[in-house]
Structure formats: structure tokens, C-alpha cells
């Protein structure tokens, strides 16, 4: 296990900057989301952690140990890529124990620290097998195997489970997440589901355009982003960012209210509007709603509400739930 420590670093592509002066500190055994729209930066700060990207400037140190000059090899870490690069015409055992022997570890000790970690993954019993006989989430696991065999300080994830199907996604995060507490190794994880992040992680970095946005629990930064981008990103079905008279009414720029935080109703007070779609998915309901001096607003009902296309609703925000915004996009 270590701290990360990561100092003004910065990365360019040629003449164009992909990463602008971005400072994280991880701490030992946390586990650390990174997160962003596609194109954000955070694929590309992962590999420069991993020393696989050359840095223009700034400092990383895992440990304490400043690692911008070692190579990979050498950083004492291990890495879970999207596509799992295994090897096709190897077992289960032989992706799992390649990068032990390729260091020269005795067989004894190889056989030893494979047959623990399948046993931690439940693979057991698929060590013979090729990959090409396995599912998409023991083709995970084996590349999860293939990192804890290693036992390294940190652990680097980028987007593991993006090929997987919805259902298997669910079940591999709470799998990661439990694996990750049981072992206690620093870890960093980039998605681009946000919903990922929030269940996974101790903690939460935003990217957007290769700057840090916010970084926080991730309750904090569902309950008090910094700006408008972090508003908009975290939390499913995203923020209602309202502007116009609404927002100067209430001194803000732009003014914004998550869908669950509305309180809906067919009469009393509040934004009036007519409803163009609802969404029943029996635990919850979605209606979209357009308020002529707000635009298009979704509210979130908890259970089925009977609303169809053409209903007028009252929609209301709830106390203490409405975020103010400035003009230049930060909270009030």
C-alpha cells in the first residue's frame, strides 16, 4: 500500500496541452475516482501515473518516492486495461503468474500466489482454461488476478468494466469495490459513469479539458458542487440548470435543482408547466415537464405516479435544495 502524490503535472501532445497543472493527493488504501466526459484527460492521467505517457512537467511520487524518471517496471504498480490484455494462447494460470515469472520468481512461488489470488477471485476451478473459453466477467477477474499477484502499492483501473452488459457491470463494481476493501492497495479507477464512481469510490476527481474541476467524497460533490460542470456531471438524471427570470429572482446567474429535490404535484404553488413524456419504471417515475419561463425540467418521483403526455403539473424545489450559480459558473 502508498500514497500518491501527484504536483502540478502537466502534458502535452506536440503543441497542444491535454493536462494543465493537475495536484491530487491519494491516501494510503483510498480508493480514487477519476472522471470526465470522453476526451477529459483522465485515461491520459492514469497512464502518465503509470509512467506508459511522458510528462512536460510537475511531480508524481508513490510512497513518498518521486517516480517521473523510472519506468514502469519500476513504479510498483499495476495496471487493469479495458480490453484486459490477455494473452490468447495462454491459461488461465499462465496470464495470471506471466509477469512474476517474467521477473524470475521461483514456480513455487509463482503456483502459490496464482492459486490464492483465483481463489479470492473465484477462478479456481478455470485456471487450465484459455480466455477464449471464458465469460466477459471471469476474463475481468483474471485481468484483476494478474494485477493482485503482483502485490503492488497501487493499482491503476482504466475503465474495466465498459465492455461488460449492463447487468454484469453491477455486479463486477460491487466485486471491485469489495476486492479492493479486503486488500487495502491503493486505487485509482477511471470511468466515464459517473454512477461507477459515486457506488466505488472513497473519493472523487472531476476532469474536464484536462483541468481538475472538484475533487471530494462523493456525497459532497452530489450535495455541493463547485460549478456548473460538476452539476451537470454528477448525479443521474443530471441537474436542472435553470437561467432567465427564475435565476435573477433568486440572485444567481443560473440556478439549479436535481430531479429527486422537486416536489410534484397537480395544484398549489410553484413552476407551472405541461408534461411532454413520462417514464414509468415501476420503483421510480421520471417526468419531463416544460415550464414556459424555465425550459424542459425533470422531476423524479419515488414509486409509479399516474402522469402522461399533455398533464399539467406544479413543480417546486425543495427546502434547501436549490444551488445558485454565478456568472462565471461557480457556486454562490
Same mark, same amino acid.
Given at each position: ?24 493527493? $491519494?491516501?494510503?488504501?483510498? *480508493? ?44 510498483? $504498480? ?12 495462454? &491459461? ?45 466477467? =471471469?476474463? =475481468? ?72 474541476? =472538484? ?11 463547485? &460549478? ?11 441537474? &436542472? ?44 417515475? *421520471? ?37 445558485? *450559480? ?7
Amino acid at each position: 500500500m502508498a500514497t500518491v502524490e501527484i504536483s502540478n503535472l502537466s502534458k502535452a501532445y506536440g503543441a497542444l496541452d491535454v493536462l494543465h497543472d493537475i495536484s491530487l493527493d $491519494i491516501a494510503d488504501g483510498e *480508493f480514487v475516482a477519476l472522471v470526465g466526459p470522453s476526451g477529459c484527460g483522465k485515461s491520459t492521467l492514469l497512464r502518465s501515473i503509470a509512467g506508459l505517457e511522458t510528462i512536460k512537467g510537475g511531480e508524481i511520487r508513490i510512497d513518498g518516492k518521486a517516480v517521473n524518471d523510472l519506468a514502469p517496471k519500476d513504479r510498483d $504498480i499495476a495496471m487493469v486495461f479495458q480490453n484486459y490484455a490477455l494473452y490468447p494462447h495462454m &491459461n488461465v494460470a499462465a496470464n495470471m503468474g506471466f509477469a512474476l515469472k517474467l521477473s524470475g520468481r521461483p514456480k513455487a512461488e509463482i503456483e502459490d500466489r496464482v492459486g490464492k489470488a483465483a481463489a479470492i477471485l473465484d477462478l479456481t476451478r478455470q485456471l487450465g482454461r484459455k480466455p477464449v473459453a471464458l465469460s466477459g466477467g =471471469q476474463r =475481468q477477474r483474471v485481468a484483476m488476478g494478474r494485477a493482485i499477484v503482483r502485490d503492488p502499492k497501487v493499482f491503476l483501473f482504466d475503465e474495466p468494466l465498459s465492455n461488460l452488459d449492463a447487468k454484469l457491470r453491477v455486479q463486477m463494481r460491487v466485486e471491485i469495490r469489495e476486492l479492493q476493501q479486503r486488500l487495502g492497495t491503493t486505487t485509482i479507477y477511471v470511468t466515464h459513469d459517473q454512477t461507477e464512481a459515486m457506488t466505488m469510490a472513497d473519493k472523487i476527481a472531476v476532469l474536464n479539458a484536462g483541468r481538475l474541476e =472538484q475533487v471530494g467524497a462523493p456525497l459532497d460533490l452530489y450535495r455541493a458542487p463547485a &460549478n456548473l460542470f460538476v452539476a451537470g456531471f454528477i448525479g443521474s438524471p443530471q441537474m &436542472n440548470l435553470i437561467t432567465g427570470d427564475l435565476a435573477r429572482k433568486a440572485g444567481a446567474d443560473t440556478i439549479g435543482v436535481r430531479p429527486e429535490h422537486l416536489v410534484v404535484s397537480r395544484d398549489g404553488d410553484g413552476w407551472r408547466g405541461r408534461v411532454i413524456a413520462a417514464e414509468h419504471l415501476g420503483s421510480d417515475t *421520471f417526468v419531463h415537464v416544460d415550464v414556459p419561463e424555465a425550459g424542459r425540467i425533470t422531476a423524479r418521483i419515488v414509486g409509479d405516479m399516474p402522469a402522461a403526455a399533455g398533464d399539467d403539473l406544479v413543480l417546486a424545489p425543495m427546502d434547501g435544495h436549490l444551488h445558485r *450559480f454565478g456568472a462565471n459558473g461557480k457556486a454562490l
